[in-house]
């Protein structure tokens, strides 16, 4: 019988950079995301009899780079002893593209794998066993506004805002659609090993999590729209003055960035985040949204926006 789960990406708004422990895939910082809504990934796994490897179709095609990733997940789900496994993913946004596609498939991955297997494991634990596929993907395990810290020898993670207590929306611009050329774990480790900066970066980092924890609970949204601007920046600084330097965005990136700012001129409540890639994404009150994804839109060199709101954390899907 094959088990379905689906997850949805979460956006940090204070960032993951850097890893405490590489074996371990220990974060080397706290941080905080929403978990979207309209963006998902869906995960089919089946445990079977028969000999043979571990099988991973990825929207239809043969993903043989991704499979020792899946398989190692699937080892810690259900143990090194165990059936092989058919799994089948879909994504309804591009992968690989800094939308945090890794953190909804590996989400996505433990919930139908612990199904399959019949394990009843709570969520802090299928967490932390999506953490050590993906950092990221311990967050998409749960919804709205959520919180991961980083322990010295473990991670622990929660929601300490709903998606309907504070629902917010953030709108996408797609700028490049392929995938980027320096996976997110190969960066940290530049980045953790040439920038002078990432010092300062793990250093200062407690500090923008809690005003931005803060800002959340207040429901101050010019509060949280500055601190995660300046956290983003702060990132993006560790990468650029890694050697060699990693630089994602490219000219539409800057194009958006700029719109964003104009929008706040104005007086719309939005601001910006970018994750490991060229794609911005704009957090908006709900009122905004339409005018930010026209003003997204009409921006030069943007090949598309995709919008949505605040959503729930991973969960088992029925089978029809």
């Known amino acids: 019988m094959t088990t379905v789960a689906q997850a949805q990406p979460n956006i940090a708004l204070i960032k993951y950079w850097g890893k405490r422990d590489h074996s371990q895939n220990l974060p080397a910082v706290s941080s905080l995301s929403v ?3 309209s963006l998902w990934t869906r995960m089919s796994v089946e445990f079977r009899d028969n000999d043979g490897p571990d099988t991973l179709l990825v929207n239809d095609a043969q993903a043989p780079a991704m499979l020792a990733r899946v398989s190692h997940c699937l080892d810690l789900v ?11 993913s879909h994504s309804n946004f591009p992968i690989g593209a800094g939308l945090a596609s890794s953190a909804s498939a590996f989400a996505a991955l433990v919930i ?3 199904g399959e297997c019949g394990g009843s494991r709570n969520l802090l634990d299928l967490a932390r066993i999506a953490g050590a596929s993906s950092g990221s993907a311990a967050r998409s395990l749960y919804g709205g506004f959520v919180v991961l810290t980083a322990r010295q020898d473990e991670i622990d993670v929660q929601t300490v805002c709903e998606s309907s207590e504070w629902p917010l929306e953030v709108v996408v611009a797609i700028t490049e ?10 960066a940290m480790i530049r980045g953790e090993k040439t920038s002078p900066f990432y010092s300062s970066w793990i250093e200062r980092q407690d500090d923008d999590l809690t005003a931005a924890r803060d800002a959340v609970l207040a429901r101050d949204f010019a509060k949280l729209g500055a601190i995660a601007e300046h956290n983003c ?5 560790v990468m650029w003055s890694s050697r060699p330097p990693i630089v994602y965005w490219n000219s539409a990136t800057l194009s958006s960035m ?4 104009a929008l706040q001129a104005d007086g ?4 910006f985040t970018i994750d490991a890639g060229p794609q911005v994404k704009a957090v908006c009150l709900p009122e905004a949204a339409d005018a930010v994804t026209v003003a997204l839109r009409q921006t030069r060199g943007v090949l598309n926006t995709m919008r949505s709101s605040l959503g ?9």
């Open 35 to 37: 978990t979207l809504q």
């Open 78 to 88: 259900a143990g090194p002893v165990r059936p092989r496994a058919d799994v089948i």
């Open 112 to 114: 139908a794998a612990e």
């Open 177 to 186: 659609e392929g995938p980027k050329p320096v996976g997110s774990g190969e």
């Open 233 to 237: 920046l702060k990132m993006h600084s």
């Open 258 to 261: 700029e719109t964003i700012r």
């Open 268 to 271: 719309l409540p939005v601001f």
């Open 312 to 320: 729930p954390g991973a969960r088992k899907m029925e089978v029809v």
